[in-house]
């Protein structure tokens, strides 16, 4: 988000992400996207200012799934940014889910349990849907080929960890 929005000279794209940053920053009396995540790191016993700050539970294939999207994005235009923008977006509705029922598991309070709440429902995607067609009806390629990549990175990110905590925490 913040590479594509820093880049753009399309203002429309921009003003899709700075709408969206400005959700995930909270408003009107609701906490950040970021302080919810800290409700629940804290919860799990995770200090997720120290966390950021100095990286400790910073895992390689984290750090490489960030890499490989930052130079997907770098080798592709303002319409493969949008597309998959967009497809993430759409794919985190699908993953928050799957996440809340995997967080309900772990018996939460509710309070640690809002960030997954608050993402199941929020809506990322629509505001893309508009920009999103025009590429499709241009270059239906553009979009597919995001989201392919979308796709295909994200499930292999949430296979590897998968495979980790599974190494990790066999039972």
């Known amino acids: 988000m913040w590479y594509v929005a820093n880049f753009t000279n399309d203002e429309e794209i921009k003003d899709i992400i700075l709408k969206n940053i400005q959700e995930e920053l909270g408003s009107k009396g609701r906490a950040s996207h970021e302080q919810l995540y800290a409700q629940f790191a804290e919860e799990c016993g995770v200090n997720i200012h120290d966390e950021i700050v100095n ?9 490489q799934f960030n890499q490989e999207h930052l130079r997907w994005l770098s080798q592709h235009d303002k319409h493969s940014h949008l597309a998959a923008f967009s497809a993430y977006e759409r794919l985190d509705n699908i993953d928050y889910s799957l996440l809340t029922e995997f967080a309900r598991s772990l018996n939460l309070s509710e309070k640690a349990m809002k960030f997954f709440k608050v993402h199941r429902y929020v809506k990322h995607f629509e505001p893309t849907v508009d920009q999103l067609a025009g590429i499709w009806q241009s270059s239906p390629e553009t979009v597919q080929e995001a989201f392919n990549f979308i796709y295909s990175h994200q499930l292999e990110m949430w296979q590897t960890l998968s495979n980790t905590l599974t190494t990790y925490y066999p039972h």
């Open 55 to 63: 990286k400790t539970h910073y895992l390689l294939f984290a750090r």
